[in-house]
């Protein structure tokens, strides 16, 4: 095969992998102009996210420039963006990388491997380059207007920003194809699959928040000390935040440019590793074995209702992508419960002490913790996406003779019974850290209870608006989705906004506000679901 149809083939993977990035293709080419409408307003809505997390930056740096830490700046963000791309390639990089559905027809094609991981490497590589540019921009914006630095400074930080996700992404591809590798090997490869990476994510979690716990100790009388502390706390972490940080403060460029070769040395190594056993690998991942020592035996009848929850606890766990990116919320929820038990009552009316004296609000902090609670357990419910993730079953669903209302409850309480443990478990924690009373403990118990319904049924209802069953992979669905952002987030931020509204209420009042919350969380929750019932099957898809 000469360079020249390699070339081809490449540009043809390239163009095959980048039409539809960000969802384009397909809104250039709707007909109907209600789901073009639909499409834009969703795109509206994902960029004002954006905005919103670029003016954090922003502000989060003009921090760091005000209190003398401009030097930790770079590092810090480099490291941010990394981890954040990390996050979220980690666990959609397999599945992009060695896509099941398209890999019979493939593996036929007279197509080099390498061919085809490059091409999706590319196609990683483009859709978290954004975030490092949401990330890196309003930083380097801020800290060129009040820094002052040298031209060096924008020219280095442009190409750092621009090879940024390499080392992520290739760390996110091994971490995936390692999942990958040892969940193969196991009877219940799904299973252990998905154990693996919730694993992963608990790892995560409870590192966060032990480095938040160790910059917490520093004394922040002493501001000399701290840029130390924490440079070398980042250094600790990821030595290249440290030396892409450094090449932007003074201008070196050979830094930088060793540091750019040496991940697109990586970077080729594992292409040139992952192209070379590309076959191997996906016949691992893919295979799948039968044992013919079938039995016939006393055949069982379930109720209507017990089938279709057992048919989707089989559909959830089947997949890790699923159980890993639905199961940080009920996980977040049991760490922040856990916390609870290491803060003191005495250190919540300290604190908001503290923010009486610098802000003039009286904040009732133990108001916060049944909301806060509620907050946790409503990012991304399952209902968000069981419908979507159908897919292209879904046709089988319309055609069998069962209501809607079955459907709709089966997921309900399959959503219910991931959650509902966790959810127990850390109202007990709380209550018992912060040494409740009655009454307090009452709420804890109502308000995430009723928050939880209203959010499973609320994600329903986005679904059966914005289901998608044409999906090339489940990732798209679980953690790009229009269903996703808008069943999973909405919830999230009704909740913080209550949280804060609660907060300032005197306390006198708390228990008519959490009364009144409760109330409203149900009666939501009961109407969106008779709502959600009359939907017929037949027009969804």
Request: charged share 10%.
């Amino acid at each position: 095969m000469n360079s020249g149809n390699t070339g081809r083939q490449l540009a043809a993977f390239l163009r095959l992998q980048l039409v539809n990035l960000y969802g384009w293709n397909v809104y250039r080419n709707l007909k109907d102009p209600k789901e073009k409408r639909k499409k834009f307003w969703l795109g509206v809505a994902y960029a004002f996210v954006l905005v919103v997390l670029m003016c954090y930056v922003g502000t989060m740096s003009f921090g760091y420039v005000t209190i003398g830490l401009a030097g930790l700046l770079p590092a810090y963000l480099i490291l941010l963006a990394s981890l954040v791309i990390l996050l979220f390639s980690v666990f959609k990089a397999g599945d992009i990388l060695f896509q099941k559905n398209s890999y019979d027809i493939l593996a036929s094609l007279p197509v080099k491997k390498s061919i085809l991981v490059v091409s999706r490497f590319v196609r990683l590589y483009a859709e978290n380059v954004l975030l490092a540019v949401v990330v890196m921009l309003p930083a380097m914006v801020v800290f060129g207007v009040f820094a002052k630095p040298s031209w060096s400074f924008y020219v280095i930080g442009i190409v750092v920003t621009v090879f940024l996700p390499l080392i992520p992404i290739t760390i996110s591809v091994f971490v995936g194809a390692m999942i990958a590798a040892i969940s193969s090997r196991a009877k219940y490869k799904n299973l252990v699959s998905a154990v693996l990476s919730v694993a992963l994510v608990i790892g995560v979690m409870v590192g966060g928040i032990q480095m938040s716990m160790s910059t917490e100790e520093i004394n922040l009388e002493e501001l000399k000390h701290i840029l130390n502390v924490a440079l070398d706390l980042i250094n600790r972490i990821y030595p290249p935040a440290i030396w892409l940080g450094n090449a932007m403060l003074t201008g070196n460029f050979a830094v930088c440019f060793g540091c750019v070769c040496g991940g697109l040395l990586v970077l080729g190594i594992v292409i040139g590793l992952v192209s070379r056993n590309y076959t191997w690998i996906c016949d691992g991942i893919f295979r799948t074995s039968a044992k013919h020592a079938y039995q016939m035996e006393r055949l069982e009848r379930n109720h209507l209702s017990g089938a279709l929850f057992r048919r989707e606890w089989k559909r959830y766990v089947s997949s890790s992508v699923y159980v890993t990116n639905t199961i940080v919320s009920p996980i977040m929820g049991m760490l922040f419960a856990i916390s609870m038990l290491f803060v003191t009552p005495g250190q919540l009316e300290a604190a908001a002490a503290e923010i009486y004296a610098q802000t003039g609000l009286m904040l009732q902090m133990r108001n916060m913790l049944p909301m806060a609670l509620a907050a946790v357990f409503c990012i991304l419910p399952i209902t968000a996406v069981s419908i979507s993730m159908e897919g292209r079953q879904w046709w089988i669903i319309k055609t069998l003779p069962i209501r809607t209302k079955d459907l709709l409850d089966s997921k309900h309480l399959m959503n219910l019974c991931v959650i509902g443990p966790f959810y127990l478990l850390s109202v007990i924690l709380v209550s018992i850290g912060q040494k409740v009373s009655f009454m307090e403990f009452i709420w804890i118990l109502l308000l995430p209870m009723t928050a939880i319904l209203f959010t499973c049924v609320f994600g329903q209802t986005v679904n059966l608006k914005l289901a998608v069953f044409d999906w090339e992979n489940e990732a798209a669905i679980v953690k790009q989705s229009a269903s996703s952002f808008v069943g999973g987030m909405v919830p999230f931020f009704v909740m913080i906004a209550a949280t804060f509204g609660v907060m300032m209420i005197p306390a006198q009042a708390a228990n008519i506000a959490m009364l009144t919350l409760c109330l409203a969380f149900g009666i939501a929750a009961f109407l969106l679901h008779r709502r959600n019932c009359k939907v017929n099957l037949l027009d969804i898809g």
